[in-house]
C-alpha cells in the first residue's frame, strides 16, 4: 500500500479526515438508496458489519439533503459521504447536506476548486496518469481510479516509478467482495465497492416490504480489515 504518501502537511487539505479514516479501514461502500427506509435498511447492516465509510449517490433536489441529514443523526458512527459528484451543484448539495467529503467520476479542476472553498474533500476520477498529475496539481488529495478493472489490479503499482509519489487510491468500478485483498495487496490504498453488497432478490418480511440482506462475503471480508 502507499499510505506513505500522506503525511502532516496533506492533513489541511484533507478536512474530511478522510485519509486517515481509509489508513484505518480501507474499504468504502457506495449505496444508491431510493428511500429513507432503504438507505436506513442498508445504513444499519453495513454498520452491524463494522463498516466506517459510506457513500450516498448524490441527487439534485431538497428531498436527497433533507434524507442525508436525517441519516447522519441516525447513523452519527458512520463517516457518510457523498457518491457521483460531477456537476456544481451537486456539490452545492453536498453542503448543503453536511457531508465532508465527496467522490467524483471524472476530474474536474473547477469543482476541486468549489470543493476546497466549501471545505469539502473532493476526491476526483482518474484513469490515465495524466489526469492523475493534473489532479494532484490541482490539490486533490487522493484519486478515484474508475473504472478500476478495465486497468486491472497491477496498473497502480506500474506507475510507481514514473509518477512518485502516487497520491492517495481509492480503486473503484467493477471490483467484486472476493478482489478487494488482490487490489489492496496489488498496491491501492482503499477499495470502494458500489454492486454485490447485498443479496440479490431478498424476500419479502412480514410487512411486505423488501429488506436488504449484506451478503455474507462482505461481513467476513471487513471482520478481517483493521478497523
Known sequence: MTCG???????SADPAGLLIGLHRQPLLAVLRPTTLEQACQQLEQLQMSGL???????????????????????????????ASVCHADA????QAAGLTYAVSPILDPGLLAQA??????????VFSPSEIVLAVQHGAVAVKLFPATALGPGYWRSLAAPLAPLPFC?????????????????????VALGSGLFVDGCSADDSGRIASLLR???AALIARLPG
Open 5 to 11: 504518501w500522506l503525511n502532516t502537511s496533506d492533513l
Open 52 to 82: 466506517r465509510h459510506v457513500e450516498l449517490a448524490v441527487a439534485v433536489h431538497d428531498d436527497w439533503v433533507a434524507m442525508v441529514r436525517q441519516l447522519q443523526q441516525r447513523f452519527p458512527d458512520l463517516r457518510l459521504g457523498a
Open 91 to 94: 456539490l452545492e448539495c453536498v
Open 116 to 125: 476546497r472553498v466549501a471545505g469539502i474533500t473532493l476526491v476526483p476520477g
Open 170 to 190: 481509492i480503486a473503484a468500478g467493477g471490483i467484486s467482495v472476493a478482489d478487494v485483498p488482490v487490489w489492496l495487496a496489488a498496491g491501492v490504498d482503499a
Open 216 to 218: 455474507p462475503e462482505l
